[in-house]
């Protein structure tokens, strides 16, 4: 098994030291991606809006993809955190993909987070071959 950390220049490089995700390759590349929050590639926090804060964590998660060697596509899991009652905006997570590579994912709504004006946060495993 061999693992690298994986930071994507072209997303937002938080002031803080951590990985913008893990691969793992033992045969086909496991990628796990963590988004504290969602931020813009300039440091600012995506719009107030629940939507705009997940349409910020799909890109990031694309180009940590790509880094990687993969896709957006290359997505098998995620685990989607709100704040908000997220059923209305259900297809901002569908934005740039097929449903048939709709990964599995977890909904789950939280009372808050760290930072007030965090409103959404996702993790991503994504498998590239």
Not at 67 to 72: K, T
Not at 107 to 129: C, H, K, R, S, W
Request: charged share 25%; aromatic share 8%; proline share 4%.
């Amino acid at each position: 098994m061999v693992r690298e950390h994986i930071n994507a220049e072209d997303a937002y490089v938080p002031p803080w030291h951590f990985n913008q995700a893990v691969k793992v390759t033992d045969g086909a590349s496991k990628i796990f991606r963590d988004a504290p929050a969602e931020y813009q590639t300039d440091g600012a926090l995506a719009e107030s809006d629940v939507v705009s804060q997940a349409e910020a964590a799909l890109e990031n998660m694309a180009k940590v993809a790509r880094a990687a060697g993969g896709a957006l596509a290359d997505v098998v899991k995620t685990t989607v955190y709100t704040r908000e009652d997220f059923r209305e905006h259900r297809d901002a997570l569908r934005v740039g993909r097929s449903c048939l590579y709709c990964p599995s994912s977890m909904l789950t709504q939280v009372v808050g987070f760290a930072n007030p004006d965090y409103l959404f946060q996702m993790e991503a495993t994504a498998v590239i071959n």
